[in-house]
Structures are given as structure tokens and as C-alpha cells.
């Protein structure tokens, strides 16, 4: 069965730091790129970051370059997203997928508020 597990989430004040993870199982982890998508409130889904299956090249959106940095473990099955600088504007549920060769696995979703 596969899963990918968020965690991570939560309220921070403007200015804060915050890290996901993405716990995955039921397929071969270290043989898929993985994403964080985030959707915020009335907004569509948008592609925030991506990793290589290896882990040797990531990609970022212009709005969270530099302050966002996406990593992953794959002895852990895990990737993370650390997020620094959160502005409010970055308020929305990220979910992380997994993707390889047209078969992409997402999973349920953190909620990240960043609000004084």
C-alpha cells in the first residue's frame, strides 16, 4: 500500500521557519523525483520545489527561491521541505508527490498558516 505521509505543519509568525516531511512507503522511494505542491486558500495547486530521484538536482519556484530548501533521505523514505523568511502569502496546505515515469503517488496535505 502506498503512502506518503506530511507532517510538519502549522502556525508561524511572519518571519518564521518551518520544516516538512514526507514520509513515503509501498514503493521504491529512492527511484521516484518528488515535489511539494501547495495550495492556498481560493488559489490553485502550484509546484513549489522538486528533487531528483538521487537528490543531485532541485528546482525551485521564483517566489520561494532562496528561502525555501527541499532535501531528501532516501535510507529514510523521507523528503523534507525547510522554509525560512515565511511570509503570509505562503499560507496553504502543501501536499508532497511522488512521481516516475507517468505513475505520480500524493499525499493528504500539512496546513501551513503564517499569521501575527
Known amino acids: 500500500q502506498v503512502q506518503l505521509v506530511e507532517s510538519g505543519g502549522g502556525l508561524v509568525q511572519p518571519g518564521g521557519s518551518l520544516r516538512l516531511s514526507c514520509a513515503a512507503s509501498?514503493?521504491?522511494?529512492?527511484?521516484?523525483?518528488m515535489y511539494w505542491y501547495r495550495q492556498g486558500p481560493g488559489k490553485e495547486r502550484e509546484l513549489v520545489a522538486l528533487?531528483?530521484?538521487?537528490?543531485?538536482?532541485?528546482n525551485y519556484a521564483d517566489s520561494v527561491k532562496g528561502r525555501f530548501t527541499i532535501s531528501r533521505d532516501n535510507a529514510k523514505n523521507t523528503v523534507y521541505l525547510q522554509m525560512m523568511n515565511l511570509k503570509p502569502e505562503d499560507t496553504a496546505v502543501y501536499y508532497c508527490k511522488g512521481w516516475r515515469r507517468g505513475t505520480e503517488y500524493w499525499g493528504q496535505g500539512t496546513q501551513v498558516t503564517v499569521s501575527s
Open positions: 528533487i531528483s530521484s538521487d537528490g543531485g538536482s532541485t
Open positions: 509501498g514503493f521504491t522511494f529512492s527511484t521516484y523525483a
